[in-house]
């Protein structure tokens, strides 16, 4: 049976047939001519190319791409039912799981009840044979005196009186108790909050060196207003550790140094000491580019950034242990299980593949977080990271966001925005741990682990260069950062836990 020849081979048989040299000699040196190209050679040799050649021309370049496309088209809506169908079973899981906890809270407690009325049960004939004996008694006490004794009118009249008056006076007594008692219940409300009032006053009272810093930024903003205008009210609000919040108060760069000053935050001690103090900025100070000194600049943005990065490494940590010691379990919990399913939908890992979470559950090294806010941000003072509070540059097409300025008019991305600067810090670590575009870098970090070796930035730096569209530049400009301004050094840095914890917005 002859073989089916395509469009192009066709060309190449015709141009055999009417010997056109041109094409033979490219057939001899095995180079591959297109469809195009030997249908222009033909015509330069005026051959005419039969009609019936195109029909399989236009099957194998209009119809047969139709066909793939359309096959692939049911392959995606394939996959968008099975995507579908596992997120009804999960749901169906969770509903499982809910409704054996509620039906095992409900048997405990079925079971508790079941133990009281026995009990209950228990008590009913003791106190009965008591009761019943009590009276008895009394009654057979009372009718032998009855019976042996002749009751004189006179001393029956006094008893009488003196029952009465007892009754009476008991009935006084009682409604007085009740009276005063419940006076006291209704003042007692009002006791409690006074008292509470007073230690909450007295909470108030910070440390001198908090004090000052207040007193100074009062003192600014008292400047800048009218005299008509109430003076802004300063709460310190305290919860497991101190806090000291300070709202609408448009921070200064100078406010901030004065800050750093007062609780001794120093570069220097941190490199030597290794931990830092949680001192934590939600924005950065607006007027940041006017300082001066180079030096001085960079210094602020790693003591305003640090200690933000430094939080959310350990938060990751606390998750890899926990994660570490359940995947050693044979048996897990409810509430163990619900954690896993957080964690594995937070770090997008499918089909609950414990192993590729614990790869994408790990740390993002301090030197290499620093270096990328201080090239994305221009050191806390563009557009993006003032008004947005986007350290990282990072890009949307359907989230909240800044369009940029220089952007292409057929573009339509904007740089995602934040409310607080830690909430940038977080959504930076999980792009790193979840992206494809990064997956080299978590395999490279995972191969340090394996190893029993120190996680650090300069190792780790050339796998990012999917980050920005410069590559491998961008990845040169990232390690010259870390070493010119000895970012390595804050990698094994830690919080000290016993410091008050300052949050301070603009």
């Known amino acids: 049976m002859k073989k089916k020849l395509s469009y192009r081979d066709k060309l190449i048989e015709l141009a055999y047939i009417y010997d056109v040299k041109e094409i033979k000699d490219y057939e001899k040196s095995r180079k591959s001519l297109t469809s195009g190209q030997l249908e222009l050679i033909l015509k330069k040799n005026k051959i005419v190319i039969p009609k019936d050649f195109k029909s399989n021309f236009l099957r194998d370049n209009f119809i047969k791409p139709i066909a793939k496309a359309k096959s692939n088209l ?13 997120a009804i079973r999960k749901l169906e899981n969770f509903k499982l799981d809910t409704n054996r906890k509620i039906s095992r809270a409900l048997k405990d407690l079925w079971t508790q009840l079941g133990k009281i009325g026995l009990n209950f049960l228990n008590i009913i004939p003791k106190l009965g044979r008591v009761i019943y004996e009590f009276f008895g008694n009394l009654f057979t006490d009372l009718f032998h005196g009855i ?14 009186i003196v029952i009465a008056s007892v009754a009476v006076l008991t009935t006084v007594a009682f409604s007085g108790i009740n009276y005063f008692s419940k006076n006291e219940i209704a003042k007692e409300p009002t006791i409690k909050k006074e008292i509470k009032k007073k230690q909450e006053v007295k909470k108030k009272v910070e440390s001198p060196k908090v004090e000052k810093i207040i007193k100074k930024q009062e003192k600014k903003v008292e400047a800048k207003k009218p005299k008509s205008e109430t003076k802004p009210k300063l709460e310190v609000k305290r919860k497991n550790v101190d806090e000291v919040v300070l709202p609408n108060l448009n921070l200064k760069t100078e406010t901030v140094l004065n800050l750093f000053k007062d609780v001794e935050y120093d570069l220097g001690k941190v490199r030597s000491q290794k931990l830092v103090k949680p001192i934590y900025f939600t924005q950065f100070p607006r007027d940041l580019d006017e300082l001066q000194s180079t030096k001085l600049k960079k210094e602020t943005f790693i003591k305003i950034v640090l200690p933000l990065i430094v939080a959310e490494n350990e938060r990751i940590l606390e998750d890899r242990e926990k994660l570490l010691i359940l995947n050693e379990k044979k048996f897990t919990t409810d509430l163990e299980k619900q954690w896993l399913r957080q964690k594995l939908l937070e770090y997008k890992v499918k089909k609950g593949n414990l192993g590729e979470l614990l790869v994408r559950m790990d740390i993002i090294p301090t030197s290499i977080a620093l270096a990328q806010a201080a090239k994305e941000s221009g050191w806390g003072t563009s557009r993006f990271a003032l008004e947005g509070n986007a350290m990282f540059g990072q890009w949307t097409w359907s989230g909240k966001g800044i ?32 992206h494809k575009s990064y997956s080299k870098f978590r395999e490279k970090r995972q191969s340090l682990r394996k190893k029993k070796k120190r996680v650090t930035g300069l190792d780790l730096t050339e796998t990012l260069n999917n980050y920005a569209q410069t590559g491998s530049e961008y990845t040169k400009i990232l390690n010259q950062i870390i070493r010119q301004n000895r970012l390595t050094d804050f990698e094994p840095v830690r919080l ?11």
Request: glycine share 0%; net charge positive; charged share 30%.
């Open 403 to 434: 369009a940029p300025l220089d952007r292409a008019s057929n573009k339509n991305h904007k740089i995602l925005k934040f409310p607080i600067l830690r909430a940038s810090v977080k959504a930076y670590q999980n792009n790193l741990n979840t």
């Open 147 to 160: 019976y042996k004794q002749q009751i004189e009118p006179q001393k029956a009249k006094r008893v009488i």
């Open 74 to 86: 049911i392959e995606y809506k394939d996959n968008k039912i099975k995507d579908k169908n596992k």
């Open 496 to 506: 000290v836990n016993s410091v008050k914890k300052i949050q301070l917005s603009s």
